[in-house]
């Protein structure tokens, strides 16, 4: 039988840490003023959201989220010991593309200099913190029906130039981070059930769909782009919306619920897993659905403290970061669950 097994893993993350302390002294630019430009602080952000520090790409308009992509990808390429003209496929997570069209996927295949070379089929994907579980879910069923058989899985995020740094945008401001995770994934031929990726499976809610967005503009109106710095009301548009609390009983009930069917549906238990890596958007949503699901908190594999949320990127930049530690070792098997606007949620479990 042919399962799919991940090849290869890779992250980036830019080199500048931006701590929770500097965080009220940057601009809109998010360079750093004398004065303080929102009122927010260490404390709030850690007690509310468990964050310490993030990642931030330099703000002098070199750097798009393909580059970010690229960087996962090449490490995630050469781990699994492959070169970029052996990728067949590109399946690209992100809410914050390079532009609004053509998809990010396309540049990630110029930059790895493969686009005229392959011409390999390349997709975006748009479900926020939950597209590497989706991407993971359409990589395996392309894999396994024989269509592609190396197929770069990204996830990738460039969130500090569309964050509002003021009092204002503070609810969303300090949570996220920018950073990219790849994987390789490939068939074997196995008559183990549980070997690779064993399950996937993924759900939407659109009734939440505006308890967390980004708008930057509104096909339905014409002119359907409009921009006004000083019209409190016309700029909002460009910075993502939350209503935080919704979100936060949203994702716990998700993350639960898609947790619990994910050891349900393939009649293992917590001793079959290895780690349990949950998409990070909050230590305390995350502290949540290990207290209600029951997971073994030993086993809980987190890095929200040290990248912030990186939406699409979390799961793939946690397990390698942890794997850098010396934690994550090959064949570990990991449940891994998310949730993100939309509202869109998820889990598969899969070995590396
Ligand atoms: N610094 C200081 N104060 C802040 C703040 C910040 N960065 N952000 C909000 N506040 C204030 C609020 O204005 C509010 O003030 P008020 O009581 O005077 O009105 C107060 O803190 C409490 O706000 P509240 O929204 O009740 O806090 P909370 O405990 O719900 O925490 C979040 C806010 C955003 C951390 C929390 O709702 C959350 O994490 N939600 C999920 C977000 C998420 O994960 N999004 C991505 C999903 S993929």
Not at 39 to 58: A, L, S
Not at 94 to 114: E, N, R
Request: one cysteine or more; charged letters at 25%.
């Amino acid at each position: 039988m042919i399962r799919t097994k991940v090849m290869g893993l890779g992250s980036y993350v830019p080199d500048r840490i931006v701590k929770n302390e500097e965080i009220p002294f940057l601009d809109e630019k998010h360079v750093r003023q004398a004065t303080k430009q929102t009122e927010t602080d260490d404390e709030w952000i850690q007690r509310r959201t468990g964050i310490k520090e993030r990642r931030y790409v330099p703000q002098d308009g070199t750097t798009a989220t393909s580059d970010l992509a690229l960087e996962a990808a090449k490490r995630a390429i050469a781990d699994a010991g492959l070169q970029p003209t052996d990728i067949d496929c590109i399946i690209l997570g992100t809410l914050s593309p390079d532009i609004h069209f053509p998809g990010t996927a396309v540049f990630v295949q110029k930059k790895l200099g493969i686009a005229d070379k392959t011409n390999c089929a390349c997709f975006d994907i748009r479900q926020q913190c939950s597209s590497f579980v989706y991407g993971m879910q359409m990589a395996d069923a392309f894999v396994r029906t024989g269509m592609y058989k190396r197929i770069l899985l990204i996830g990738a995020e460039l969130h500090s130039h569309s964050l509002d740094y003021s009092t204002r945008g503070r609810d969303v401001m300090v949570l996220f981070g920018d950073g990219a995770g790849a994987m390789v994934l490939g068939p074997m031929e196995t008559d183990d059930a549980k070997a690779g990726i064993m399950y996937t499976s993924a759900h939407a809610d659109g009734n939440g769909a505006m308890d967390l967005y980004l708008k930057i503009f509104e096909i339905a109106k014409a002119p359907y782009v409009g921009y006004d710095a000083n019209n409190r009301d016309e700029n909002q548009i460009k910075y993502p919306q939350m209503d935080g609390k919704r979100v936060f009983l949203n994702a716990v009930r998700g993350m639960v619920m898609s947790t619990q069917a994910a050891l349900a549906k393939t009649g293992l238990s917590w001793d079959d897993i290895t780690w349990f890596v949950p998409h990070q958007a909050n230590l305390r949503i995350n502290e949540k659905v290990v207290e209600v699901a029951k997971i073994p908190p030993e086993k809980v594999l987190n890095t929200i403290d040290l990248f912030g949320n990186t939406t699409a990127a979390t799961v793939p930049l946690t397990i390698d970061y942890w794997r850098q530690q010396g934690k994550v070792k090959k064949g570990d098997r990991i449940l891994s669950s998310v949730f993100g606007s939309g509202f869109t949620w998820g889990a598969a479990i899969f070995q590396v």
